[in-house]
C-alpha cells in the first residue's frame, strides 16, 4: 500500500494511463471510416492521397499554404492574403484554386475580392474569373490566357533573384528573363470595368488588342479593330 501512495508512482501512473487514453482515441479515430459532425471547427484541412500526395487544401488566411511543385511546397512570390482552397494535380503540383477576401479598412474604404483559376500545367493561371472592390470601383471579368512552355518554378526562382537586385536594375533582369522564356498572354477579356463599361477583348499572343467590341457607360456600343501598334485601323459604331 505504500507503493501505490508514492508521489513518484501516482506520476508515473499517470502518465501511463493517459498514454494508454490518447492510443485508444487515435486508434479509434484511424478505424472510423464514416463519421457524422454537427460542426467542425478548423483552421486548416489537408486531402490527401494515400501516398501522401496533396490534392486539396481548404484554409483560413492564416495557414493558407504556399506554392506547390512535384509535392514540394515553396514560399509564395507574393503571399495570398485570402482564405480559400488550393487544386493540386496527380504530380503534387498547384493547379488552380479559389480564394476571396473582404473587409472595411480603418479609414472606411471597402477591399472585396473573389478569384477562381485554373492553371496550366506545373504554369500560372490560363482562365480566371474574378470579381471586386477597391473602395468605390468595382468589376468583375472572365479572363482567357496561355503561358510559355517552361515551368513556373524558373519563374519563382527568377523573382526570388531579381527581388534582390535594386530597384533600377530589376526592370533589366525580367526583360533578359523573357528573352527565353516566351510564351505568356493575356487573350480574351470579357468583363466590367470600374468605369462602368463592359467590353470583350480579342487579344494577339503578345497580348495586345486586336478586336474590342465594348458598351461604354452612356449606352454606346463600339466595335474596333486595332493593329499590332494598338492603333485603331476601323471603328463600327451604332450611327453609322
Not at 496527380?90 to 480564394?99: F, K, V
Not at 483559376?117 to 482562365?127: A, N
Not at 519563374?155 to 533589366?172: G, N
Not at 461604354?216 to 485603331?232: C, R
Request: net charge negative; charged share 30%; glycine share 8%.
Amino acid at each position: 500500500m505504500k507503493t501505490l501512495s508514492d508521489p513518484r508512482f501516482l506520476v508515473i501512473y499517470s502518465a501511463v494511463v493517459t498514454i494508454a487514453f490518447a492510443v485508444t482515441l487515435l486508434c479509434g479515430f484511424a478505424t472510423t471510416r464514416n463519421a457524422t459532425f454537427d460542426i467542425l471547427t478548423v483552421h486548416r484541412i489537408d486531402f490527401v492521397e494515400p501516398d501522401g500526395t496533396p490534392r486539396l487544401i481548404i484554409s483560413n488566411r492564416e495557414s493558407f499554404p504556399g506554392a506547390y511543385t512535384r509535392k514540394k511546397e515553396y514560399p509564395r512570390p507574393d503571399r495570398r492574403d485570402a482564405a480559400g482552397m488550393l487544386f493540386v494535380n496527380d504530380d503534387g503540383s498547384e493547379m488552380g484554386g479559389l480564394i476571396f477576401s473582404g473587409l472595411k479598412e480603418k479609414d472606411g474604404t471597402i477591399q472585396n475580392h473573389a478569384h477562381l483559376s485554373f492553371d496550366q500545367y506545373e504554369q500560372d493561371q490560363i482562365f480566371a474569373i474574378d470579381s471586386g472592390r477597391e473602395d468605390q470601383e468595382t468589376f468583375s471579368a472572365i479572363r482567357i490566357g496561355e503561358r510559355g512552355d517552361y515551368p513556373i518554378q524558373e519563374a519563382y526562382d527568377a523573382k526570388l533573384r531579381i527581388d534582390k537586385l535594386p530597384k533600377e536594375q530589376q526592370e533589366k533582369e525580367w526583360k533578359k528573363f523573357f528573352a527565353t522564356h516566351s510564351g505568356d498572354a493575356n487573350r480574351i477579356y470579357l468583363g466590367r470595368s470600374p468605369d462602368k463599361s463592359a467590353s470583350l477583348r480579342i487579344k494577339d499572343s503578345d497580348g495586345r488588342d486586336r478586336l474590342v467590341l465594348r458598351v461604354n457607360a452612356d449606352g454606346v456600343a463600339v466595335v474596333q479593330f486595332l493593329d499590332g501598334n494598338g492603333k485603331v485601323t476601323n471603328e463600327i459604331t451604332a450611327a453609322k
